[in-house]
């Protein structure tokens, strides 16, 4: 077996920043299929390291690297009152644990940011994991 010398390659390269998860979020929604994005509507997509400790309890996770994302809001079929003063629907992309989840696969980090964004959109949808997953094949 040859060596190959990818250290040239990674020597000065970062770890993806929030932005960078952001980017490839973004990227993923504009691929989405026209009638999908239509329907999210006002939906925020958001970027951060970690769930916070109030979200952590609530989800009674084990640890903030178990969350790759999370939907937060009513989902489309609760939202035909919308409450006074109610914010939009937001989706939070958890860097940390997607970072995490990718060095441990063999799966890009565009591939992963998108199943986490599709899953999270389908929250609001309602839809079944075999709904998404055609959603997510037609992005790729």
Not at 21 to 48: K, N, S
Not at 68 to 80: A, N, P, Q, S, V
């Amino acid at each position: 077996m040859a060596f190959e010398d990818t250290a040239p390659q990674w020597r000065d390269r970062f770890a993806p920043t929030l932005a960078d998860i952001e980017a490839l979020a973004r990227e993923a929604y504009a691929h989405l299929p026209t009638q999908f994005r239509r329907l999210t509507g006002d939906v925020v997509i958001v970027v951060a390291d970690f769930p916070d400790e109030e979200i952590v309890e609530e989800m009674d996770l084990e640890t903030p690297f178990d969350l790759l994302g999370l939907f937060e809001g009513r989902g489309i079929g609760e939202k035909i009152n919308p409450a006074t003063g109610e914010f939009p629907n937001r989706i939070t992309l958890y860097r940390r644990a997607i970072l995490d989840y990718w060095a441990e696969n063999e799966e890009t980090l565009s591939d992963i940011v998108t199943h986490v964004l599709v899953h999270e959109i389908g929250h609001h949808f309602g839809l079944s994991d075999d709904d998404m997953e055609a959603i997510e094949a037609s992005v790729g």
